[in-house]
């Protein structure tokens, strides 16, 4: 047998055949191959983002105006979510059995190990009852962040809200960094200011096991980078005052109110009408609430201060007479008879014999005469010509009141409104095709026309800073000691020298104290208040009812624009609104019992009692 | 006989220091296996495998004293009786015990102790099956004889695979081994191979290109040395056709023979990446454990696939994750080094037997060592099929540990008296 002998080498050779060809295999996998590796980091490491606390936002007195609420996700593991009392569930939760069986399903498509959400935005009452119970439902739990809240109801189209990341924005370039579910500022200030609120967010890596449970940091947190929560914004609102101008323009009026403290460009209260509670955009809602407020025929989503562009009316004549001045064709003392010739008269008023008598009567042949010798200056022998050059001089002129451009508000959707130019009326009529004749009710604020409720504020702030404005902005300072962005601290002159401002604002004064504004007045609280009324014509309806003021005359703390549609004369709504508006600003209170009376029609809308 | 002999001086520390060192380090590795960075236990605590599997070393080494304290000669003499003792335990385990995770194999002894007779059958079997080979000759061509030893080896795993423990009956076949050490002629060994070498091939090709392919070299080898083999043409016409049956019959065999599960870890062993997350997951997640490691591993503690429960069964059959995870391919060296150095000891403490019973009993330990180490580390690195067998020493478990421990000192036991048998051969 011993011939066999030399089979115990055969069988050591298989065995150390085998274990070269496992440790060959072996440093294959563990060595050369770096798959696994990666694989293995895939596996057992989470990149967790740490979203930091989103920027609170003020107002100027320091009321806060948009804070971070938690919020509650009803987060489910399929896996364990087992042998569960669904009906239980479904109870607590308010959903159907069929609508747990979706969720469920929706879920298990997801991942069958990995936690998602079931219910999301939980509301306090629901989250009290589920919190209670949840020992009772394995595979269920809770995951809590933060959402916008609002203690006010107020200033919902300057505030914004914020939503999920679209598909689009993710492909786009300027959104590197988000990621798929992220939220960002759609709109308004969320929007605006969106580098600044969100902050900067941190990665934590952690290691997790195989049901996605988290199980301890990486390497001790040495690649983990810390969170830092967004910067805090103060606003130049006045909530007290944007309040009180949402209460004025309530109950289904449709208009604007912009004031703007004159010395800064500040933006005092930014009310759009209708308007809407911002945390209707904020929550389980928004989805459905979006969806209402966009069908809604009376568009309360329109941000009417900024978008809504409307031929400025009689306001206008005061930069007529201010070009006209700055032209030379003009002087305080000219006097043009109110002839009733081309375009009639608003009502029967004494001998414009001066441009404050025009102004406080808001006569329209007066102006239809100004704004004629500003366009035909006879410097050209063809009249076509002549009015060419003599409209382009004078959009010169008014684009520098920051008409018919945008005002770099810092809030998204402004429109530039519209001021013709030669141009644009060659485009209509051909060129040689039109004359003053053809243009002339742009010389009372009609015709091809086009402003923003915010350019007719800032043209008053402007009138009341006699010749230059600041941009007007919405927040003063990022972060609570900061300063506003650096374009809002620039004096912007208008081409109009300020010695021709002075006689304009006489007549502003005027308007109130015996013109047509006599409505606005703040006599019985000693502040001298100067403004102009406006009554746009509407093809569509009734007239739309327009005021500019600013006031106290000598040191204007405060410039407005009303804007309210549909209302009639600019005596009968906006005169009034902006007197209680500035009253309330300023002394922070309506004083006497007919002020209160004024106030309570007003927020009616009774506005018939008003007349020229 | 020798009234001073010492069998101290005979015992084979070499293996016994190779034994205690795969037990520690399997040990520690169960431990990491288990361990859980968030709430700390002692390597000690018994509610962890770890803790439990100190108890089984500690009784390992009761045995392995009882096993030395036992008259040497009493395995010779008992083989048969153990036999059937545990072929009876085997069947009545099959018929009485309640099925766990649907398998008949365990015997309840309390909630967390449990036996399973399939891992002591291996040992009774190898006993016998010694017993018997040093009574016969097997190169003598007595077909009852040969018979008779075939069934020995067989009935255990038959019954085995009745109790849906297909992994622990697929080990009886490593008899064939010892059996070839003692004069099995090489062919079955060959036709063994080349079955295994036909199954893979039927996994990765189709079966009618694997037939055409067969028949082309085969005719081609046939028609070039025709005058050299026409002697043997029928048995070369048998070969052709036993391949051509074996190539045909495997697709039916997986496809109708085999349970799902089964099938599907053939099918894994193939294409890994046929689903990931359902049946290759054991394959996928065990690979890139220990692919995880690189060369000198994460540490001691460090793993995280294997801590974090993506490898499955960590501190049992999956245990080699945690070697090759935490220790890398140094780990893997140690470990593999240390079952050759193990295979090599008890080849040559088989080989110094003075005894057919003696040495045949040791080829059939290495037997089953070695074929338990070719499966149950081939199936981590994806190498064999996922087949549910402990790594010997290393693998969390009593069965498995006591099994592989008496195994292997009934070995020792007897080698510790070589020098007072007196050899039959």
Known sequence: MKYLEGRKYVIQAIFIAIGAVYLIKLFYIQVLDDSYKTAAETNALRRVVQYPFRGLVYDRTGKLLVENTPVYDLMVVPKEAKSIDTLKLCQLVGITLPEYREKIKAAKAYSYVRPSPFLQRLTNTEFAAIQDNLVDFPGFYINARTVRGYQH????????????????????????????????????????????????????????????????????????????????????????????????????????????????????????????????????????????????????????????????????????????????????????????????????????????????????????????????????????????????????????????????????GEKKGLMPSSKFYDRIYKRDGWKFPTIYSVSIGQGETGVTPLQMANFVATVANRGYYFKPHIVRSVGEKGKPLPEYSVKNYTSVDPRHFPPVIDGMQLVVEKGTGRNASLKHIGVVLCGKTGTVQNPHGKDHSVFIAFAPKDDPKIAIAVYVENAGGGAIAAAPMASLMIEKYLTDTITTAYRKRWEHDMINGSFYKWTD | MRTSYKITQNIDWVTIGLYALMVTLGWMNIYAAVYNPENVTSIFDFTLNSGKQLAWIGTSVIIIIMLFAIDYKAYDSLAYGIYWFVILILLGTLVFASPIKGSRSWLVITESVRLQPAEFAKFATALAVSRFMSGINLRQQNWKDQAKLAGLALLPPVIIILQNETGSALVFAAFTLAFFREGMSPLILIIGAVAVFVFVLTLLIPQWYLAGIVTVLMGAYMWLNFHRIKRYLPTYIGIWVAVLAMVFSVTYFIDNILQEHQQNRIKVLVDPEIDPLGVGWNVTQSKIAIGSGGFFGKGFLEGTQTKFDFVPEQSTDFIFCTVGEEHGWLGSLIIIGLFMALLTRIIFVAERQRSVFGRTYGYCVASIIFFHFLVNIGMTIGLAPVVGIPLPFFSYGGSSLWSFTILLFILLAIDAHRKLDLGRE
Not at chain 1, 222 to 243: H, P, R, W
Not at chain 1, 384 to 395: C, I, V
């Open chain 1, 153 to 412: 109801s107020s200033l919902a189209h300057a505030l914004g809200y914020i939503g999920e990341i679209s598909p689009r924005q993710l492909e786009d370039s300027t959104y590197k960094g988000y990621r798929q579910g992220d939220y960002l500022g759609i709109s308004g200030i969320e929007r605006e200011y969106e580098q600044y609120l969100m902050g900067k967010r941190g990665v934590k890596y952690t290691m997790v096991n195989v049901r996605g449970i988290e199980k301890g940091s990486f390497k001790n947190g040495a690649y983990d980078t810390l969170s830092e929560a967004g910067q805090n914004l103060v606003t130049t609102i006045d909530l007290k005052l944007q309040e009180y101008g949402e209460k004025l323009m309530s109950g289904g009026k449709v208009g604007s109110i912009v004031a703007i403290e004159p010395k800064t460009g500040e933006i005092l209260a930014l009310v759009s009408a209708p308007y809407f509670d911002p945390s209707l955009l904020t929550g389980k809602e928004l989805g459905n609430n979006y969806m209402k407020l966009l069908r809604d025929p009376t568009k309360p989503l329109f941000n009417r201060p900024l978008m809504a562009t409307y031929p400025p009316g009689s306001i206008f004549k005061l930069a007529q007479a201010l070009i006209a001045m700055q032209e030379g064709v003009l002087t305080p003392n000219t006097g043009y008879p109110c002839n009733w010739s081309l375009v009639k008269c608003s009502h029967r008023h004494e001998y414009p014999a001066n441009l404050n008598i025009a102004i406080e009567n808001s006569c329209n042949p007066y102006f239809y005469q100004v704004f004629r010798s500003v366009v035909n200056r006879g410097k050209y022998r063809n009249v076509y010509e002549d009015a060419r050059q003599g409209l382009d001089n004078w959009n010169k002129h008014i684009k520098s009141f920051g008409f018919a451009s945008s005002l770099d508000i810092d809030l998204p």
